[in-house]
């Protein structure tokens, strides 16, 4: 292979084992390697994310309290607008932050439990004639009877008549659980109907699916609960239930499948759950930070 | 790439997302570039909180590219246009206590050079190589954090390595 292509790979460490018996041979990788290894001497200063983003709050809030007096001629100007024409743009927005649920009722009585980090928008005003939710994170609706009742995700919409279902949509991944009734999912290539006490997971191109026998949701009764998640996904639920973040080692196989549950009132025990079926450690260095790491083979 | 449902990034909430995941790659991208002369970390600051004012017209997608813009503009017009000397760290030699002295003196020796190298790297190269060397970036992700190709990429970091060794050792 052509030497700049063979270094190239070693930079982005995405080079085989025959390629590295290869590039051993080349009379100056051993220069490389030492420049590699020093490069750590020029890390830049650590970057305190925390206090730096206090700082953008506090400056950000500051500034808005200066034009205090503008607002309130705004706002008064604004209720006479709103006022004088029919304002159809009435789009409620209700989201939790980490570590926080919230139970909301729709105008037609609807439920919606929110589990954490997660946001939905829907139109307050004319919920009845159009009801249909925008959906980033994960729910469980109970749905009262009535018209077509839509969740939209960037995954796929997701429609149901009078039922109880969980989505949960986070970034590529999504996940629909049917409590009761039917429910219909349309992703840009497919179309699946689900029946009670089924489940769908699609995340990029992998797609299964599985039966269930529970009630409702085990977020609601305080855990986190997965079959055959990649551990991507189940990590990124832990910093949304805990307020944490994770280091993760870059040789960490985030697509390996994990099946369990966490509690999401005792961080240690939740480590466990998912550190000692997956052959991992963790240490926790101060409040907020969790790092992880496979256990070494001796 | 992602669509999200969020038209702006005035909520807190979305705001913050933005922030977690942009604004350490901001600062040592800042770093490698500018060096120390002027505080990155002022800078990151500076940058996160004019996209706040600008919120309303922003969309997550567009806020990266805003904030390298912004953050790499307001470095370009405060700068001295002086040579970039990133200062190695001397800490990892205290932990080697019983070393043969002149191995710690070659030691030192090299890093002076590797600092000297590095600071004749052009600005391009060496953020590139920093990037992929420190913060273990892969040549995909450090081409969409500037907004560059690949190709481009793996040339800058080819150019750098290649550079930096000539340097070190006196090659002509």
Same mark, same amino acid.
């Given at each position: 292979?052509?030497?700049?292509?063979?270094?190239?790979?070693?930079?982005?460490?995405?080079?085989?084992?025959?390629?590295?018996?290869?590039?051993?041979?080349?009379?100056?990788?051993?220069?490389?390697?030492?420049? *590699?290894?020093?490069?750590?001497?020029?890390?830049?200063?650590?970057?305190?994310? %925390?206090?730096?983003?206090?700082?953008?709050?506090?400056?950000? %809030?500051?500034?808005?309290?200066?034009?205090?007096?503008?607002?309130?001629?705004?706002?008064?100007?604004?209720?006479?607008?709103?006022?004088?024409?029919?304002?159809?743009?009435?789009? $409620?927005?209700?989201?939790?932050?980490?570590?926080?649920?919230?139970?909301?009722?729709?105008?037609?009585?609807?439920?919606?439990?929110?589990?954490?980090?997660?946001?939905?928008?829907?139109?307050?005003?004319?919920?009845?004639?159009?009801?249909?939710?925008?959906?980033?994170?994960?729910?469980?609706?109970?749905?009262?009877?009535?018209?077509?009742?839509?969740?939209?995700?960037?995954?796929?919409?997701?429609?149901?008549?009078?039922?109880?279902?969980?989505?949960?949509?986070?970034?590529?991944?999504?996940?629909?659980?049917?409590?009761?009734?039917?429910?219909?999912?349309?992703?840009?290539?497919?179309?699946?109907?689900?029946?009670?006490?089924?489940?769908?997971?699609?995340?990029?191109?992998?797609?299964?699916? !599985?039966?269930?026998?529970?009630?409702?949701?085990?977020?609601?009764?305080?855990?986190?609960?997965?079959?055959?998640?990649?551990?991507?996904?189940?990590?990124?639920?832990?910093?949304?239930? %805990?307020?944490?973040?994770?280091?993760?080692?870059?040789?960490?196989?985030?697509?390996?499948?994990?099946?369990?549950?966490?509690?999401?009132?005792?961080?240690?025990?939740?480590?466990?759950?998912?550190?000692?079926?997956?052959?991992?450690? !963790? *240490?926790?260095?101060?409040?907020?930070?969790? *790092?992880?790491?496979?256990?070494? $083979?001796? | 790439?992602?669509?999200?449902?969020?038209?702006?990034?005035?909520?807190?909430?979305?705001?913050?997302?933005?922030?977690?995941? !942009?604004?350490?790659?901001?600062?040592?991208?800042? %770093?490698?570039?500018?060096?120390?002369?002027?505080?990155?970390?002022?800078?990151?600051?500076?940058?996160?909180?004019?996209?706040?004012?600008?919120?309303?017209?922003?969309?997550?997608?567009?806020?990266?590219?805003?904030?390298?813009?912004?953050?790499?503009?307001?470095?370009?017009?405060?700068?001295?246009? $002086?040579?970039?000397?990133?200062?190695? *760290?001397?800490?990892?030699?205290?932990?080697?206590?019983?070393?043969?002295?002149?191995?710690?003196?070659?030691?030192?020796?090299?890093?002076?050079?590797?600092?000297?190298?590095?600071?004749?790297?052009?600005?391009?190269?060496?953020?590139?190589?920093?990037?992929?060397?420190?913060?273990?970036?892969?040549?995909?992700?450090?081409?969409?954090?500037?907004?560059?190709?690949?190709?481009?990429?793996?040339?800058?970091? !080819?150019?750098?390595?290649?550079?930096?060794?000539?340097?070190?050792?006196?090659?002509?």
């Amino acid at each position: 292979m052509n030497k700049e292509k063979l270094i190239l790979k070693w930079l982005d460490d995405d080079i085989s084992d025959e390629e590295m018996k290869e590039i051993k041979q080349l009379p100056e990788f051993e220069d490389y390697l030492k420049i *590699s290894n020093k490069a750590h001497h020029f890390k830049p200063p650590e970057f305190n994310t %925390y206090k730096v983003l206090n700082k953008i709050k506090s400056k950000h %809030y500051r500034s808005r309290k200066l034009y205090w007096q503008y607002s309130i001629a705004a706002s008064i100007i604004l209720i006479f607008s709103a006022l004088l024409i029919y304002n159809s743009d009435s789009h $409620e927005s209700i989201n939790t932050s980490i570590a926080e649920q919230k139970e909301i009722t729709l105008p037609d009585n609807s439920k919606v439990s929110l589990n954490a980090g997660s946001i939905i928008t829907y139109d307050a005003e004319n919920w009845n004639t159009n009801r249909t939710i925008q959906l980033e994170g994960e729910a469980f609706f109970k749905v009262a009877k009535g018209k077509k009742f839509d969740v939209i995700t960037n995954n796929a919409t997701v429609s149901v008549l009078g039922t109880e279902f969980v989505v949960n949509n986070r970034s590529a991944f999504l996940e629909v659980m049917t409590f009761e009734g039917l429910v219909q999912v349309v992703t840009k290539d497919t179309i699946l109907n689900l029946t009670k006490g089924n489940s769908i997971v699609i995340n990029k191109d992998y797609f299964s699916n !599985y039966a269930f026998e529970r009630e409702q949701p085990t977020w609601l009764e305080g855990s986190s609960s997965f079959k055959s998640t990649q551990l991507e996904i189940v990590l990124n639920e832990l910093e949304r239930q %805990y307020d944490i973040t994770l280091n993760i080692p870059k040789n960490l196989q985030l697509h390996r499948l994990y099946t369990g549950n966490f509690p999401h009132n005792n961080l240690e025990e939740a480590l466990q759950s998912i550190s000692v079926p997956m052959n991992l450690k !963790y *240490s926790l260095k101060g409040e907020k930070t969790v *790092s992880l790491a496979y256990i070494e $083979e001796k | 790439m992602e669509k999200s449902i969020h038209r702006n990034i005035c909520e807190e909430h979305v705001f913050e997302g933005v922030y977690k995941k !942009y604004s350490k790659d901001l600062h040592n991208f800042l %770093y490698y570039k500018f060096g120390n002369q002027l505080n990155p970390e002022d800078k990151v600051q500076e940058a996160f909180i004019k996209l706040w004012d600008k919120c309303a017209d922003t969309t997550p997608e567009k806020a990266k590219s805003f904030l390298f813009t912004i953050a790499n503009n307001s470095m370009l017009n405060a700068i001295k246009h $002086e040579k970039v000397k990133l200062k190695y *760290s001397q800490k990892p030699f205290a932990s080697f206590t019983i070393e043969d002295p002149v191995f710690i003196l070659e030691e030192k020796e090299y890093m002076q050079k590797y600092q000297d190298a590095l600071a004749n790297l052009t600005e391009a190269q060496r953020e590139v190589f920093l990037l992929n060397r420190i913060d273990k970036k892969k040549h995909q992700e450090i081409a969409d954090l500037l907004g560059i190709s690949r190709k481009s990429v793996e040339k800058r970091l !080819y150019g750098a390595l290649t550079k930096l060794r000539k340097e070190i050792k006196n090659l002509p």
